[in-house]
């Protein structure tokens, strides 16, 4: 139990690698807040989950009828503040972030639509830099340390060609940590990314449906299997820990050591 007594907010986490991220951490003793955008219902198997777990859990619920709204698609930065200034109001305190909400969209370059990439944009680069603004502000007000850990992906280093918008939302995710690092190490601040491989989740759901593209990719995968969200979680609770306190400014992989796996045909 190295969280007991912490906060977490996970962003995007009513499916695949933050719902793993979530569990995790509340098993760690956490007090977790779970976003979502448009899957109440995979917020509330989250919920369950962490509700096993014996944790306390507060989910973000947009729903007016329940007398609460909490603005958390996080393309919107007012929706993002509200999350945060929310999550704040129950729990009494944020301690550590994970930006995990994230989104990419296949087409070649020379197709992609200016909403395609601004979607893409605004979620994966906009909006962490917009939670991890509002969440500083509230470590600084409060005087308080905090940890950061940012879920990019192998494509903050490697090429995926048809996904352009995504690779320039993780590259740019990479430079964010490391000039953060720097700008927020006198606060105790630290901030990492964690860069999963190909992870069994919704989002790569099109590829696992595709035996073909599957065999070819697990050939370059020299463990030989997918990543599950709980490869990606076990590394995300040790970064959210004491135990990670003189950690910041670096990408740890967890990608099965796809990324290092040169391969010539
Ligand atoms: C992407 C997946 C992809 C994996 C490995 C991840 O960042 O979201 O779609 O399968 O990288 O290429």
């Known amino acids: 139990m190295r969280l007991e007594g912490k906060v977490a907010l996970v962003t995007g986490s009513s499916q695949g690698i933050g719902q793993g991220i979530v569990v995790r951490l509340a098993q760690e003793g956490a007090d977790v807040v779970i976003n979502y955008r448009s899957h109440p219902e995979g917020a509330e198997e989250t919920l369950a989950k962490v509700q096993a777990t014996g944790g306390r859990c507060y989910m973000a619920q947009r ?4 007398g609460y709204t909490i603005q958390a ?7 993002i503040r509200q999350l945060i200034a929310e999550s704040i109001a129950y729990f009494g305190k944020l301690d550590i972030l994970v930006n995990n909400a994230g989104l ?28 991890t603004q509002a969440f500083v502000q509230h470590l600084i007000a409060t005087q308080r340390s905090g940890k950061i850990i940012n879920i990019s992906s192998v494509h903050e280093e490697l090429s995926f060609p048809n996904f352009t918008a995504y690779c320039a939302s993780k590259g740019g995710m990479k430079m ?39 065999s070819a990719l697990l050939r370059n995968i020299p463990l030989g299997r997918l990543g599950q969200p709980q490869d990606v979680a076990s590394l995300v609770a040790f970064l959210a820990s004491s135990d990670a306190g003189y950690v910041t400014g670096s990408t740890f992989f967890v990608d099965g050591g796809l990324l290092w796996n040169y391969q010539e045909q």
């Open 104 to 131: 990419e969209k296949h087409a070649p370059f020379w197709e992609v639509t200016e909403a395609d990439y601004d979607a893409i944009m605004n979620v994966n680069l906009k909006g962490v830099f917009f939670t």
């Open 63 to 66: 729903s007016k009828s329940q």
């Open 73 to 79: 698609d996080l393309g919107n930065v007012n929706e």
């Open 176 to 214: 964010l940590t490391r000039n953060l690092a720097v700008e927020l190490g006198s606060f105790g601040i630290t901030i990492n990314n964690v860069a999963p491989g190909a992870i069994e989740t919704p989002i790569n759901i099109k590829l696992l449906n595709d035996p073909q593209k599957l």
